[in-house]
């Protein structure tokens, strides 16, 4: 993408109503824009991040038999009654609204209702189990607080899964690939060291959840670590009895704040006995079916690696989520360098690199500042004095380090480093 | 996909609420799942049909410099009321709901508000246009009628593309250009060939837009075609005067029913001036953005798709479209077909060949018509009778012709194919 056509701008100044470092930084360098509190637009750049970590989690998914589907956002209101969660009381986060020829709805704000009355037309039998399905699909949700940038939003697109298994034992094998799913999902997108599949409560559904936590000063969450086993507790669930059965000691328990960047619940027969989601055994006995669900946010994940790879500079993106691999930057308009930049332009993207090409007419300052606040993996540099010297300078945006690398060996090079 | 895995099932009876060809078949065949009038679920094989409608239009769409965003559903009051478009008197298929906080938000039913109001943030001057940014986002229409499956619903997802230009001559090179992807789109998917571009009423942003319909009895729309040249107009405008305009004779012009798969609408100022997206020209002095709107239901295309590709037997895609592109149908289950079947859905899989196998253990007449009800392009049949003979039989779905082709020339045979 030449940079000159993009239609998003960085800006200096932060937003006067963002609070939020992830949402500062995203808006400046150009990812998002506010739309209202705890709306956001996902302009150009903003969209291929996103799209890049729902590829990521798509591909998780897939492996552990995740079956991909889109349910609606439009949801019935004589559903959620047969489960006790239309009411406000319950679910205090609902949009609400209503049919012109009349009766209410509401925005989903989660799918366990929607996916289990679903699957009433297709489980019939044992044989018909296990199953796993999952959407991308927005979430709605009335936050009274909406101030976190990305990281908590009124309106969202979800990664949920949900599984259906005979028994608790078959479900349990099944958490247990989706957990090791979740791992490699922030292992591929770059905050796998700063997760800690943490314990936490299991709410009305069961004893225990599991959510992933990621260290980060902007959390909600206070999390207790084990460093050495890298076992982790919810602050809400973190009790001496919890230690004693875990086998942990409080005294190596570090205290710290975290944001849920996922979570994994088992949700047993919660919404199966409601919503008669059943299953004949071979006995032909009729059974509720086991269920467990499985979420994740690309948006709040995003805003999670805005807020822990950042540096004073800027954003800084790991090369599997960056909008682009490479940052071409065009310093002075002589002939020659564009003509050997727009070569080198061609000879990357025909090679199945992104590149953002800085072909604007600025000073190379703010070209720079430009690089170090979207944050692309690799710049690199060609002016008439990199033309003279023969040699190109690939910098890495994450330390700093730059590399001096000749034409014939740039293509070479730079895919080893994405 | 092992069909055995696949947790949507087929189903012989026609759903009861259903009086549309396409929600019939697509229901039928496990595609969609109706969640409320108006309201659908794209299950797994539905998805994939989506998908790729939605690639090719996202294709088209970057070839004539669109630049793809996310924009919100939930949509500002304020923003809608500058426009004088908040109104249910203004707009009839509002969906609007409240934040908890207080404060009235619509679902979007359409986007060129927010795209002009956002532009506001990138747009100062001449050099900045032109531009053309698209998503792909729901959009909830509140719709009194849904009755025509999913070429008429209440929540679907739209690609929407927006264009700024400084004046009108430059507005039409790109709406010219955005013709033409429209019809590619249209001809990539399938349909071109019943498709016209059909000059309908500009509303009140101006004269004339251009619609694309694509001709079928379960259309809502009359539109006359002239055969000769492919020119067609809708009958809303469809008067003496216009005729004379276009040098077309009454007599030549046939009338037909027709799906609007498509549309593309000069919008002029009428959303740039109130949100005061303006520009600066060459002397100084501000100009507000030439805007034009261009769009596509993904959904709507499928449904046509059903409408009018389908036959007595089932559905009958093509293979851009298809969900995949071999139905791989296994007869019985001696060892040794099962061994060869198995061993063909890994050749043709590791050769990129996306492949649907029935390794279901039914009888060959349930495999068949589930395989002609499901509608992949190219269906393969393994038997001990196939096995013996050394030669394995393609079926194209379209037109039921056979073709027997050994197992050294399967892939190439069927890449040549798809």
């Known amino acids: 993408m030449r940079q000159s056509l993009l239609f998003t701008k960085t800006r200096k100044e932060s937003p006067k109503d963002e609070v ?67 009411s406000d009381d319950v679910i205090d986060v609902w949009f609400k609204t209503s049919l012109l020829h009349g009766g209410e709805v509401g925005l989903a704000n989660t799918h366990e209702e929607a996916i289990t009355d679903l699957l009433t037309d297709y489980v019939a039998s044992y044989k018909d189990l296990p199953i796993a399905a999952y959407q991308f699909q927005t979430k709605f949700r009335n936050e009274p607080r909406a101030k976190s940038g990305i990281l908590r939003t009124r309106e969202f697109i979800m990664k949920d899964m949900y599984s259906f298994s005979i028994d608790e034992a078959n479900f349990r094998e099944f958490y247990e690939k989706a957990a090791d799913a979740y791992a490699n999902v922030f292992n591929r997108v770059g905050i796998g060291e700063k997760t800690y599949r943490t314990f936490a409560s299991g709410g009305s559904f ?163 500042n430009d690089s170090d606040l979207i944050g692309v993996p690799i710049r690199l540099v060609v002016s008439a004095k990199t033309i003279a010297a023969g040699e190109y300078e690939l910098v890495d945006r994450q330390n700093g380090k730059t590399f001096g690398v000749s034409e014939s060996a740039l293509v070479d090079e730079i895919k080893k480093r994405c």
Chains 1, 2 share one sequence.
């Open 206 to 368: 069961s004893k225990f959840s599991d959510e992933f936590q990621t260290e980060c000063e902007a959390g909600e969450d206070i999390i207790y670590i084990d460093n050495e086993s890298g076992q982790a507790i919810n602050k809400e669930i973190y009790t001496d009895e919890l230690l004693d059965e875990l086998k942990l000691k409080k005294e190596d328990m570090r205290e710290t704040k975290a944001i849920e960047v996922g979570n994994i619940f088992p949700l047993g027969t919660r919404f199966s006995e409601p919503l008669k989601l059943v299953y004949k055994d071979e006995e032909g006995k009729e059974v509720p079916v086991y269920m467990g669900s499985y979420g994740i946010g690309p948006g709040r994940v995003m805003g999670t690696i805005a807020e822990v790879l950042s540096d004073e500079k800027g954003l800084v993106w790991p090369a599997t989520v960056a909008p682009y691999q490479v940052h071409l930057v065009r310093l002075g308009d002589e002939p020659q360098v564009t003509e050997i930049a727009d070569e080198f332009y061609d000879l990357l993207t025909s090679n199945g690199i992104e590149v953002l090409y800085d072909d604007r007419d600025l000073r190379p300052g703010e070209k720079f």
């Open 20 to 86: 939020s470092k992830n949402a500062d930084l995203l808006i400046r360098a150009g990812f998002i824009r506010k739309e209202m509190a705890g709306v956001y637009t996902y302009l150009p750049l903003g969209l291929r991040v996103l799209n890049k970590i729902m590829n990521i989690i798509r591909d998780e998914m897939d492996k552990i038999g995740g079956q991909e589907l889109l349910m609606t956002s439009l949801q019935n209101k004589e559903t959620w009654e047969k489960t006790g969660r239309w």
